[in-house]
Nanobody, 121 residues
Framework: QVQLVESGGGLVQPGGSLRLSCAASGSIFSIYTMRWYRQAPGKQRDLVAG???????HYVDSVKGRFTISRDNAKNTMYLQMNSLKPDDTAVYYCNADIQSVPAGYPSGYWGQGTQVTVSS
């Protein structure tokens, strides 16, 4: 089994910063692309940023220049540094990863349980 566990969410004032972490554990042979999604109340879950195994990144336009995605392959962990936070960034943030559990297998998609980020004065 594979588990993804997010941490680092919380309440922050507009203009503040938070750093989210997503740690993968369990039966892991290789982790491919990792992603952060977010879901605001009453809205669909949207992609925020993604990072490939070799470190290539992409971001949704609304967070470019403010958020930075990174990963530590040795620790099976992904991060999201969020700066200049706005009230519109308020959402539950989920990590997602394509993980191959065994050498002869194929990668499957896994989700974490989510962590709440609230930006409010």
């Amino acid at each position: 089994q594979v588990q993804l566990v997010e941490s680092g969410g919380g309440l922050v004032q507009p203009g503040g910063s938070l750093r989210l972490s997503c740690a993968a554990s369990g039966s892991i042979f290789s982790i491919y692309t990792m992603r952060w999604y977010r879901q605001a109340p009453g809205k669909q879950r949207d992609l925020v940023a993604g990072i490939s195994r070799d470190g290539s990144t992409h971001y949704v336009d609304s967070v470019k220049g403010r958020f930075t995605i990174s990963r530590d392959n040795a620790k099976n962990t992904m991060y999201l540094q969020m700066n200049s936070l706005k009230p519109d960034d308020t959402a539950v943030y989920y990590c997602n990863a394509d993980i191959q559990s065994v050498p002869a297998g194929y990668p499957s998609g896994y989700w974490g349980q989510g962590t709440q980020v609230t930006v409010s004065s």
